[in-house]
């Protein structure tokens, strides 16, 4: 089975390095292309066997499963260009969650369907979350699920209404954490400690905590209970963020969702539909 990919820009990129490393793929039945067709290049490059052709339409016409990684506002004019190619028998899979499996159903011939990935998709973890399309064969649905559970472990379906809120944990997660624990980090620079052994610290304990969880040693609560001895030192860490911390995520989820309306009021003006 052919896979290809439409976009190598930084997901794109994440993503067949995936598909490989997972074996959900093998190099030698991947096929890429790019805008710029340099970045397709040095992605070939390490992955020998691997097809990068020249033209989206030469792609369309030849794999199996088209994963499209564009950019929101990009999908609706690469699809006029190609939806002529497209056959009933493809599976064309969307990683933009602006764009509803409806519009993709709406231009495309094929079974259509959306995953959203996440940079912790690179080490084959984390989460993948998907949206079947209405008219998506039952027989693409299984093998999507199989190859999409290679990527991460358990991909999670979910639908349209919490697009958002999930794409936010799962895909925007990881620079929020990141940026929070530099926070972190800068916080301890001010009692004096070097931001190099700050940061390396800090990453130590982000990859030990990660592993807990995927040992399923310990729920969030119970972590939290695990370490913040009564009358010690985390708990007046802990109120100090209680009282710091306010309603600062609702208004960060307020802010992803303002953007996602307007980049979805882009695509329903493409498209046609919501
Ligand atoms: N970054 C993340 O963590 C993440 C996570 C989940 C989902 N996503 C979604 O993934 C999509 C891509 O994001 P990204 O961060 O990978 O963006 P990006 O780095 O800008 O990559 C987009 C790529 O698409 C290429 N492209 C645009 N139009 C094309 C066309 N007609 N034919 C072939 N290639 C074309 C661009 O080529 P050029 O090299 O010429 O610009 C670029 O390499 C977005 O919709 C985003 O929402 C991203």
Redesign the pocket.
């Known amino acids: 089975m052919k896979t290809g990919v ?9 993503l067949i390095d995936a598909l490989v490393a997972s074996k959900a793929a093998s190099a030698s039945d991947v096929l890429i ?4 067709i340099e ?1 397709a290049r040095r992605i070939q490059e390490r992955h020998p066997g691997m097809t990068v052709c020249r033209e ?1 339409t030469e792609l369309v016409k030849t794999a199996d499963i088209v994963f499209i ?4 506002h ?2 609706y ?2 699809l006029e ?1 190609v939806r002529p190619l497209f056959r009933s028998e493809q599976c064309a899979v969307s ?4 764009v509803s499996t409806a519009q993709l159903e709406s231009i495309l011939p094929c079974s259509c369907m959306r995953m ?4 912790t998709n690179k080490v084959l973890s984390g989460t993948v979350l998907y949206t079947y399309g209405e008219k998506c064969e039952k027989s693409w649905k299984a093998e999507m699920k199989k190859r999409m559970d290679q990527l991460c472990g358990e991909a999670v379906e979910i639908n349209e209404a919490v697009t958002r809120a999930a ?1 936010d944990l799962v ?2 997660g990881p ?1 929020f954490i990141s940026f929070l624990t530099r926070k972190f980090i800068e916080g301890a620079e001010t009692t004096g400690m070097d931001a190099q052994t700050a940061e390396k610290l800090a990453e130590s304990m982000l990859a030990g905590l990660g592993e807990l969880f995927k040992q399923r040693e310990y729920t969030l609560a119970q972590l939290e209970e695990k370490v913040c001895v009564k009358g010690g030192v985390t708990g007046k860490g802990i109120a100090v963020l209680e009282a710091e911390t306010g309603d600062m995520f609702t208004k960060l989820f307020q802010a992803t969702h303002e953007k996602f309306a307007e980049d979805k009021q882009e695509t329903m003006a493409q498209f046609g539909i919501p």
Do not use: F, Q, W, Y
Request: glycine share 8%; aromatic share 0%.
């Open positions: 439409i976009g190598t820009g930084n997901m794109g990129e994440i292309t790019n805008r710029t970045k989206v990684c564009v950019k929101p990009d999908i004019p690469l260009k990683i933009t969650s602006p959203i990935p996440s940079i794409s895909s925007c620079a």
